[in-house]
T-cell receptor, first 113, second 118 residues
Framework: ELKVEQNPLFLSMQEGKNYTIYCNYSTTSDRLYWYRQDPGKSLESLFVLLSNGAVKQEGRLMASLDTKARLSTLHITAAVHDLSATYFCAVDGSGGGADGLTFGKGTHLIIQP | GAGVSQTPSNKVTEKGKYVELRCDPISGHTALYWYRQSLGQGPEFLIYFQGTGAADDSGLPNDRFFAVRPEGSVSTLKIQRTERGDSAVYLC????????????????FGPGTRLLVL
């Protein structure tokens, strides 16, 4: 069974600080996604990482993928309040060849002024 | 262009009743997915359609759950004899399919239907 684990699950940080969210997954996969979810809203696609060593950046967010370690990171630089949200990583496959995404539990991020 | 739309946005029903949840994917997206998200959790995969057929229904929790996509566009998720444990947000997503044999593209999610079973 494919498992996706994120840590931390909760993070409170101050504006201007840097931090990293980690996403580990249990079986090989060649595609990893990061999504953002605001309270009461749906999921917004942030990044798709397609290969080992892939790095993508958008504004203050940067995501990377190490397929050998089965690890992805989402790094936040100089955080601002607008980045407060829940961040999910997801991996292709639900185990046994299934076709959906398997999501982590999410990292609930609060950025305080 | 329009994104994925879902109706109703909220549904309250009583235990034992039947409900239908509708999803209208992005135009041109042949792949359609249903997920269920419980409070404080990530979405859980239910079923995947490629065109009109259910290519993978391994995530459906039991035979009370069924989904159709008769014309390869709009999909309906049907839940019979609802139980309180079915209360969750039901999310629909759609994506393009690449060339034959290629992997699927990013899944775009709708706003969800919040189902409450009393």
């Amino acid at each position: 069974e494919l498992k996706v684990e994120q840590n931390p699950l909760f993070l409170s940080m101050q504006e201007g600080k840097n931090y990293t969210i980690y996403c580990n997954y249990s079986t090989t996969s060649d595609r990893l996604y990061w999504y953002r979810q605001d309270p009461g809203k749906s999921l917004e696609s942030l990044f798709v990482l397609l290969s080992n060593g892939a790095v993508k950046q958008e504004g203050r967010l940067m995501a990377s993928l190490d397929t050998k370690a089965r690890l992805s990171t989402l790094h936040i630089t100089a955080a601002v309040h607008d980045l407060s949200a829940t961040y999910f990583c997801a991996v292709d496959g639900s185990g046994g060849g299934a076709d959906g995404l398997t999501f982590g539990k999410g990292t609930h991020l609060i950025i305080q002024p | 262009g329009a994104g994925v739309s879902q109706t109703p946005s909220n549904k309250v029903t009583e235990k034992g009743k039947y409900v239908e949840l509708r999803c209208d994917p992005i135009s041109g997206h042949t792949a359609l997915y249903w997920y269920r998200q419980s409070l404080g959790q990530g979405p859980e995969f239910l079923i995947y359609f490629q065109g009109t057929g259910a290519a993978d229904d391994s995530g459906l929790p039991n035979d009370r759950f069924f989904a159709v996509r008769p014309e390869g566009s709009v999909s309906t998720l049907k839940i019979q004899r609802t139980e309180r444990g079915d209360s969750a947000v039901y999310l629909c997503a759609s994506s393009l399919i690449g060339l034959a044999g290629a992997r699927r593209e990013t899944q775009y999610f709708g706003p969800g239907t919040r189902l409450l079973v009393l």
